[in-house]
């Protein structure tokens, strides 16, 4: 029988065959997690390819680091950060692994510099001020070098100048630092162009050594005979010439510094190179002092306190100083029992004249020995005298002294002896001394009975005088006065003496008018002298 159209097994519609399922095929829902891993996976190479280097630092101490917080950063542009920090295996420093991106491995090179910035307070300069509102980070500083490097050592304050500043440094070699610091500053005429980079003490103890940097354009006035000297606060010296105050500037005064200047005979000298080695001064007048090619060095034997007399004082040749003090020592002569003061002096012959009057042939010091010699035979001793009254400082003058005894110079014994003369208030003490020795020896206690004998025997005279000649004296004084009297008496004006005077001198009178007028008569008539008065014979 057959089925009605439509049900199954009908002619009418077609017989289902089955398909086989394969194994391989893939569903739709399965694709959305497929692309998931394709992304993560695309993600993760790319993280990969573009993470940055990864560097380790020490630090002393882990002060201002945090992990996962504290930046690097290189021109104050982040360019890592640091991802642990841990005690190193002896527990004495701090090791930071840091992060840095990709742009920056280029800028890890072997002397790159890393520091950690925080406020900071120190040879007069104020840094991380910024960082009291922010927080502490890594500073960096890229080095010059091609050689990369992952590991360093960072540094405990932050760099004086950054690597590829202009400029040049050098090396300075003193007795010790002063009131210096890394920072300080340098002047070159009282212009602020540098500062101290770094210092150390030398290995044997007895100097520092410090690096100064001179920024670009005063380098080049730092020359091959450049001098260095501490102008830290202000310098107040006592010396022969009396006070002196100096200072550089106020920074100067209140943090200290250096300073440097070339002089005036060499300032045309060649640009000292980098690195290049100085010495420095304790001060200006020291560093300035001229420096002489040529140095005698000579011993002077004094007998007499030297109080006053330092080591540095000037020795002084008619005004020009041609030497210094070099040492002054003290010396026991076994033989006389006495002491001695052996002074040593760096002479300069170049400070000589060099050449003889006009006329002369050659230099005077061409025989130094010879020269010495002569000089000392016509007289030339040293000698001290005071330099200041106010400071009591001495110096060493040599001096020509023609009538000082004969001398010469001795060569046998190293360094060769000078001869010497007291000084002026030595020869005063001198003289009073020889003038007291020649008092004490004159006889005042046979001079005291001589003259007790002599005042007795005037007391013998005076009682003498007293009962036999002042008797006299009297009677005859008052005689004298009796005669004045009589005489004083006589010549009043109302006395008869003078009365009877008065009238022999108007006798006198009429008698020489009587005289006048016969002169007149007789020089009118000179015949009267024969003939006699006309008017008689009439």
């Given at each position: 029988m057959a089925k009605p159209p439509g049900q199954p097994g009908s002619p009418d519609v077609p017989e289902a065959i089955a398909t086989p399922r394969s194994r391989w095929r893939m569903q739709i829902v399965w694709l959305v997690p497929l692309i998931a891993v394709l992304i993560g996976g695309w993600l993760a190479v790319k993280a990969i390819m573009e993470q940055g280097p990864a560097v380790t630092i020490s630090f002393e101490t882990g002060e201002g680091l945090e992990a996962g917080k504290t930046k690097i950063k290189f021109k104050n542009v982040d360019i890592g950060v640091v991802k642990s920090v841990t005690l190193s295996g002896d527990h004495r420093r701090v090791i930071a692994t840091a992060e840095l991106s990709k742009d920056a491995t280029n800028l890890l090179v072997d002397d790159t510099r890393f520091w950690v910035v925080r406020p900071r307070i120190s040879g007069g300069t104020v840094s991380g001020i910024g960082t009291l509102l922010s927080g502490s980070f890594v500073g960096m500083d890229v080095g010059t070098s091609t050689k990369p490097r992952r590991d360093y050592t960072g540094l405990e304050s932050p760099p004086v100048f950054a690597i590829g500043v202009p400029g040049r440094e050098f090396v300075l070699k003193g007795a010790d630092m002063g009131s210096l610091d890394v920072g300080s500053p340098i002047f070159y005429r009282r212009l602020q162009v540098g500062q101290i980079v770094s210092y150390q003490l030398d290995p044997d103890g007895k100097g520092v050594t410090m690096r100064v940097f001179v920024n670009a354009p005063y380098e080049k006035y730092v020359r091959s005979d450049t001098r260095f000297w501490q102008a830290s606060g202000i310098d107040v010296s006592l010396d022969t010439t009396g006070v002196k105050v100096n200072t550089e500037s106020l920074v100067a005064i209140l943090i200290g510094g250096l300073a440097f200047q070339t002089p005036d005979q060499t300032a045309d000298g060649a640009e000292a190179a980098p690195n290049a080695e100085f010495a420095l001064y304790h001060d200006?007048?020291?560093?300035?002092?001229?420096?002489?090619?040529?140095?005698?060095?000579?011993?002077?034997?004094?007998?007499?306190?030297?109080?006053?007399?330092?080591?540095?004082?000037?020795?002084?040749?008619?005004?020009?100083?041609?030497?210094?003090?070099?040492?002054?020592?003290?010396?026991?002569?076994?033989?006389?029992?006495?002491?001695?003061?052996?002074?040593?002096?760096?002479?300069?012959?170049?400070?000589?004249?060099?050449?003889?009057?006009?006329?002369?042939?050659?230099?005077?010091?061409?025989?130094?020995?010879?020269?010495?010699?002569?000089?000392?035979?016509?007289?030339?001793?040293?000698?001290?005298?005071?330099?200041?009254?106010?400071?009591?400082?001495?110096?060493?003058?040599?001096?020509?002294?023609?009538?000082?005894?004969?001398a010469k110079v001795d060569w046998t014994v190293t360094p060769p002896e000078i001869p010497t003369i007291p000084g002026g208030l030595q020869s005063m003490q001198n003289s009073v001394t020889s003038l007291l020795a020649k008092l004490n020896q004159i006889p005042f206690g046979g001079i005291g009975k001589g003259a007790q004998k002599t005042l007795a025997d005037a007391d013998s005279l005076l009682k003498q005088l007293r009962t036999d000649v002042v008797p006299q004296a009297r009677d005859t004084l008052a005689a004298a006065q009796t005669t004045l009297n009589s005489a004083n008496s006589t010549l009043q004006p109302d006395s008869p003496l003078a009365q009877n005077t008065t009238d022999a001198m108007n006798e006198l009178a009429r008698t020489a008018a009587a005289f006048r007028t016969l002169a007149d008569y007789l020089e009118r008539h000179p015949e009267a002298l024969i003939r006699g008065k006309v008017e008689d014979k009439k």
């Open positions: 200006r007048a020291e560093a300035m002092k001229q420096h002489d090619r040529i140095v005698d060095t000579y011993a002077l034997v004094f007998r007499e306190s030297v109080r006053g007399l330092v080591v540095g004082a000037p020795v002084d040749f008619f005004g020009i100083v041609v030497g210094e003090v070099a040492a002054i020592n003290t010396r026991f002569d076994p033989v006389t029992k006495q002491f001695s003061i052996p002074v040593e002096i760096r002479l300069f012959p170049e400070r000589f004249t060099s050449r003889y009057m006009k006329g002369g042939k050659g230099r005077i010091t061409d025989d130094p020995q010879r020269l010495a010699q002569t000089l000392v035979d016509h007289g030339l001793r040293a000698q001290l005298r005071t330099g200041n009254l106010l400071t009591g400082q001495l110096y060493i003058a040599l001096d020509f002294f023609p009538n000082a005894p004969k």
